[in-house]
């Protein structure tokens, strides 16, 4: 990878709508040559996907989850179809998963940490609720 690549990488990261004109103008290339490269980036696995950020809720929670399963994967299908958790992410040591919540009430979080706190696959919930967000890439 050299600097033009990386130089393309950090202008779709910035807007992956971007045209290739634009990105080619960029990087004082062909559309041609451009295309080329970000073709490449995408076989080489540099670039995943082209998505959008949605903006943070106020109302982000953290839940951070021990379990009794050998793997996480055992409860994976089931807290992906729970559709205020936007993640699910398997953690060594202690706790086993972090799930991130984003709920308009706090009802709801509510609902839903018991709701998992009843699984029996499930030891402990710690809630950790998002105070402040002082940035975001």
Not at 34 to 60: A, C, M, N
Not at 62 to 85: K, M
Request: aromatic share 4%.
């Amino acid at each position: 990878m050299d600097a033009i690549d990386e130089k393309l990488l950090l202008l779709l990261e910035s807007n992956s709508r971007a045209s290739l004109k634009q990105l080619a103008a960029s990087v004082d290339l062909s559309r041609t040559a451009t295309s080329q490269r970000i073709r490449r980036l995408e076989d080489r696995g540099d670039i995943v996907s082209y998505t959008i950020q949605r903006p943070v809720k106020e109302s982000r929670t953290w839940l951070f989850v021990s379990t009794h399963v050998p793997s996480c994967e055992q409860l994976s299908a089931r807290i992906h179809a729970i559709r205020e958790i936007r993640s699910m992410r398997s953690l060594a040591g202690e706790i086993d998963i972090m799930l991130e919540i984003e709920t308009d009430r706090p009802e709801r979080l509510n609902m839903i940490r018991e709701e998992l706190a009843d699984w029996p696959e499930i030891c402990t919930i710690v809630t950790a609720p998002m105070l402040k967000l002082h940035w975001q890439r």
